[in-house]
């Protein structure tokens, strides 16, 4: 099933279908050691470009799932499917709304054994999804915390995202959220660029999520892979 195999996973590279990438690029991606490859963004999602970027990724038997965003954009052929759910925002759209509607048109053909749900936090004011979602992203560290314990005891969801999405999050806020959590996994994304960021969070996160930093210097995202899988968790 997707969900117990990703609670193994460490460290995974997540790609923007909307974005270019050379094919060089994806070879050494996942020849890098990684446990996983997401597929996923925020805007100029379609059906085409997601079939074209797995069609490229899925050379290789390292699991490959598409993180949706849009409903029209679900590609059949991926191992897996991560179900977002925005907790910090107002808009019922993204907390419900949208996977109402989605219910409702294929609820019957989902494969649900292939089906993981995350629990999102967004915290970055700047970033495309906390303006497309409405995220409320002032928050307290109480706050963020006791969402934590709502994915974790109320939704019992296996999966909480700590989403940066662009900028380095706050190490305090990762770590006392890490402590709260005892079955939820928790998975950090936002802003890691060099080996000591990568291994700060990797103490925490029980999953680390490497994206821009791809496009903006592949080199070193390739070296994210070791920093984290070497680093032991702190709890």
Same mark, same amino acid.
């Given at each position: 099933?997707?969900?117990?195999?990703?609670?193994?996973?460490?460290?995974?590279?997540?790609?923007?279908?909307?974005?270019?990438?050379?094919?060089?690029?994806?070879?050494?991606?996942?020849?890098?050691?990684?446990?996983?490859?997401?597929?996923?963004?925020?805007?100029?999602?379609?059906?085409?470009?997601?079939?074209?970027?797995?069609?490229?990724?899925?050379?290789?038997?390292?699991?490959?799932?598409?993180?949706?965003?849009?409903?029209?954009?679900?590609?059949?052929?991926?191992?897996?499917?991560?179900?977002?759910?925005?907790?910090?925002?107002?808009?019922?759209?993204?907390?419900?709304?949208?996977?109402?509607?989605?219910?409702?048109?294929?609820?019957?053909?989902?494969?649900?054994?292939?089906?993981?749900?995350?629990?999102?936090?967004?915290?970055?004011? %700047?970033?495309?999804?906390?303006?497309?979602?409405?995220?409320?992203?002032? !928050?307290?560290? *109480? $706050? =963020?915390?006791?969402?934590? /314990?709502?994915?974790?005891?109320?939704?019992?969801?296996?999966?909480?995202?700590?989403?940066?999405?662009?900028?380095?999050?706050?190490?305090?806020?990762?770590?006392?959220?890490?402590?709260?959590?005892?079955?939820?996994?928790?998975?950090?994304?936002?802003?890691?660029?060099?080996?000591?960021?990568?291994? %700060?969070?990797?103490?925490?996160?029980?999953?680390?999520?490497?994206?821009? !930093?791809?496009? *903006? $210097? =592949?080199?070193?995202?390739? /070296?994210?892979?070791?920093?984290?899988?070497?680093?032991?968790?702190?709890?």
């Amino acid at each position: 099933m997707l969900i117990e195999q990703m609670q193994t996973w460490r460290h995974v590279f997540k790609l923007d279908p909307n974005r270019p990438i050379e094919e060089e690029m994806i070879v050494r991606l996942l020849q890098s050691g990684t446990d996983g490859i997401i597929v996923g963004g925020t805007d100029g999602i379609t059906y085409q470009n997601t079939y074209e970027l797995m069609r490229r990724v899925k050379q290789t038997s390292l699991p490959c799932v598409q993180e949706i965003s849009n409903a029209k954009a679900v590609v059949p052929g991926f191992d897996g499917f991560c179900i977002p759910v925005v907790l910090n925002t107002n808009d019922t759209e993204w907390l419900i709304g949208a996977h109402q509607k989605t219910m409702k048109e294929f609820g019957e053909w989902i494969p649900w054994n292939q089906v993981a749900v995350e629990g999102y936090v967004v915290l970055n004011p %700047e970033a495309k999804v906390a303006q497309l979602t409405g995220a409320q992203t002032s !928050l307290t560290h *109480d $706050d =963020i915390l006791a969402y934590a /314990q709502i994915a974790e005891h109320l939704f019992r969801l296996p999966f909480f995202y700590l989403e940066y999405s662009g900028v380095y999050g706050d190490a305090l806020v990762v770590q006392a959220t890490a402590n709260h959590l005892r079955h939820t996994k928790l998975i950090y994304g936002g802003g890691i660029r060099f080996e000591k960021q990568a291994r %700060e969070m990797a103490q925490f996160a029980d999953i680390v999520v490497v994206g821009n !930093l791809i496009y *903006d $210097d =592949i080199e070193m995202a390739l /070296q994210t892979v070791s920093w984290v899988k070497e680093t032991k968790l702190i709890r």
